[in-house]
């Protein structure tokens, strides 16, 4: 590589960390074959999880890191005094061909700053997905961060060529919106989001290829003053409209010559960790909403439990619960009990009574269970109850601080 490849290389990849929103889930299982090159297949830069747990390398990089946007949270921001630099189309392709063949990486996420026009940045986007695919049989994995402004069909054509396509919603209320990125608007960012879900909706209806990994977000937190309870809220419409796949948290990290008009520090990462958690109890645990917001204490998630376990302390009069008789959405409420040894209870309770040496053995948050269960052999004595509950079973402060 020469030497000011390798620059931009240094610059434009350390300008892509702030997005957290890499990710490789959902894409369908492919290979190359002896005239291709790639696969979204193989068993592993930025690290990425498929469906089944792989872990798998992306080159993860900005085209550019000029913009002509100057939103106040954004260290690429048009006035922020940061080294610049800028690939060419054939660049990227490059890398990309030339990382994947030193099995340096397994895919591409690409990102970008706005140069010249919202179009023109989306059809640069859009030209580094063709040439690998077309030009270089690529089957490796693709994720492109698409621009809300730019035309519908400039983001209909990068569906064709991209696994998964991702809109920012960066800041969760219109009002944050339009005082940190006024350039920004809203309505054209969740306008292009629908488009991308019905288009999404329509291809696998058809059984054809479109984006096949779906599309996800990120939204900044700690940024403003909007509660964790707004978030989720905020996610759980995002999910319901338009069929995304995953909303990233992405903690704000102060930037150099910030503006006055953001927070001086960083929010604790344990509020970026809770608000996954709460997330994952929306996709996966049945929560609505509102049980989530139930979890919260004044719109905020404790640092010390999590959201499920403040939630069953808030409605300890719902247990225990017996896990031989439960149905599964009240087992999937039981602190210490995830959604797959929910499943193991409910498949071997079908062939004998579960004691509670049965129940440990199908999962490893027994302790966090115990006062919320009923066994064959066991009940838990008014444990429920008790007072010190939450300080028996909160995070010891050892492991907030890893956070």
Known sequence: MDEILAKKLRILADAAKYDASCSSSGAPKRAAGPDGLGSTTGAGICHAYTPDGRCISLLKILLTNYCLFDCAYCVNRRSSNVRRAKFTVEEVVTLTVEFYKRNYIEGLFLSSGIIKSPDHTMELLTRVAKALRRDHGFRGYIHLKSIPEASPWLIEEAGLYADRLSINLELPTEASLERLAPEKDGASIQGAMAQIGGRIAEAKAERRRFAPAGQSTQVIVGADATSDEALIRKSAHLYDSFGLKRVYYSAFSPIPDGSTILPLKSPPLQREHRLYQADWLLRYYAFTPDDVADATDDGMFALDVDPKLAWAL????R????????????LLRVPGLGARAVDKIIKARRHT??????????????KRARPFLIAADYRPAGLTDRLDLRARLAEPAEQLSLF
């Open 319 to 330: 247990f225990p619960v017996d896990v031989n008789r439960a149905d599964r959405e009240m």
């Open 314 to 317: 808030k409605n300890r009069d």
């Open 353 to 366: 009574s579960l004691r509670l040496d049965d129940v440990a053995r199908l999962t490893s948050g027994l």
